[in-house]
């Protein structure tokens, strides 16, 4: 029985945080000796999402991107660019692909057990740390959570939006897409909701996925999304006959809530660990590197435990400012969005929300927004209390 094995390392949760994680401790020699228990309740053979990010080169992942791309449309109030993404690609993964790259490692490696089990509680110790599922008792040295239970409990001056969408893939009889030209960001839809926008990701000539997004307080009703759907496809793509092959949904925190990266001996990833861009949703990407800087460390210190830098803390502050802007109402997002578009080369505008650039490259970045209301929303944040 599982239960009674000593593991070094439990995953729990078998998301994309909880696979990249063991996908990276598999692909370092060094930790080769570890025993790792993954506890994830769903079997994950579904095309249940599909993630989308910008990088440079080839990464970690690229055996199983399903498209990239090299330029992307950009679409706003009384502006529409074709950018060129070089040195960055576009690229796609989708669900199914990466949880079957990802099981089949796992099976090849030996070295991780999966139990399909529901997660009630993790519990850091001293030593030892322990985790409840529905059945079973299991303990190790070492937890890796990226089970997030529940909504934060929110300091009086936390922000909480919703980055939700829907997402259709449509097939039609004709030709209907160009496959060199997604469109990242769409924001010439209605905004009655909030901010809100559209992107299209063409698979296919005749195939192409087209995901509705929002970021705002509330969720919508069902019928909302599939209107918004409809009226883009109709009025932006001009396609009148087609088919919906797949559908996904989804909803992403966008909060300035500080969740805990560590307690004891649990180390939380993605979302739960705050490894979800707060002011845009982002979130592949910072995985990955949280994955790295983890197997780094675990390679060199034999802990996981790695600290936030300075720059992370400034640009805590840039998310809190933007998500200040929103939660207010301050200025429509698809304004916001539009003139960082319009005003900056793509390359910087990646980099910034990747986190990756010098205080240079910021100033010259928010310079191209209304300065007097993101001034005031900054020094709000920054003089506020934690």
């Known amino acids: 029985m599982h239960q009674n094995k000593q593991y070094d390392y439990i995953v729990t949760g078998g998301g994309c945080a909880g696979l990249s994680f063991i996908m990276h401790v598999l692909n370092e020699p060094q930790l080769a000796d570890k025993r790792i228990l993954l506890i994830e309740k769903e079997l994950k053979n579904q095309n249940d999402r599909t993630w989308c990010y910008w990088e440079k080169g080839e990464g970690f992942f690229e055996d199983i991107l399903f498209r990239k791309w090299n330029q992307a449309w950009f679409h706003g109030p009384g502006y529409s660019s074709k950018k060129s993404l070089s040195p960055y690609a576009y690229k796609m993964i989708r669900g199914v692909d990466f949880y079957q790259h990802c099981f089949q490692k796992i099976k090849d490696s030996k070295q991780v057990d999966v139990v399909h089990e529901e997660?009630?509680?993790?519990?850091?110790?001293?030593?030892?740390?322990?985790?409840?599922?529905?059945?079973?008792?299991?303990?190790?040295?070492y937890v890796f959570n990226s089970i997030l239970f529940g909504i934060p409990q929110l300091g009086k001056n936390n922000y909480?939006?919703?980055?939700?969408?829907?997402?259709?893939?449509?097939?039609?009889?004709?030709?209907a897409f160009s496959m060199e030209e997604p469109t990242l960001m769409d924001f010439r839809v209605d905004q009655k909701f909030g901010t809100t926008f559209v992107y299209v990701m063409p698979l296919e000539k005749n195939r192409a996925l087209v995901e509705y997004t929002l970021f705002t307080k509330e969720l919508l009703k069902g019928e909302e999304y599939d209107a918004g759907l409809r009226a883009y496809i109709q009025d932006y793509l001009g396609i009148k006959e087609y088919r919906i092959a797949e559908e996904e949904y989804g909803i992403i925190?966008?909060?300035?809530?500080?969740?805990?990266?560590?307690?004891?001996?649990?180390?939380?990833?993605?979302?739960?660990?705050?490894?979800?861009?707060?002011?845009?949703?982002?979130?592949?990407?910072?995985?990955?590197?949280?994955?790295?800087?983890l197997v780094s460390s675990l390679k060199e210190n034999g802990h996981p435990h790695v600290t936030e830098s300075r720059m992370q803390r400034r640009f805590r502050w840039y998310d809190q400012t933007l998500l200040h802007m929103l939660h207010f109402d301050k200025m429509p997002g698809s304004k916001i969005f539009t003139l960082l578009f319009k005003h900056n080369r793509i390359q910087s505008i990646f980099r910034f929300l990747d986190n990756e650039t010098s205080v240079g490259e910021e100033v010259f970045l928010l310079n191209s927004l209304p300065q007097i209301p993101f001034m005031k929303a900054g020094w709000h944040e920054l003089m506020k209390s934690e």
């Open 253 to 293: 925190p966008m909060t300035d809530f500080k969740f805990s990266a560590t307690h004891k001996n649990i180390v939380n990833m993605g979302t739960a660990g705050g490894f979800t861009k707060p002011s845009s949703g982002y979130t592949f990407r910072y995985i990955q590197k949280h994955a790295m800087k």
């Open 119 to 141: 997660v009630v509680s993790v519990e850091g110790g001293e030593e030892v740390a322990h985790v409840q599922t529905n059945t079973c008792s299991y303990s190790c040295k």
């Open 160 to 175: 909480y939006l919703l980055q939700h969408f829907k997402g259709w893939i449509i097939e039609t009889d004709d030709d």
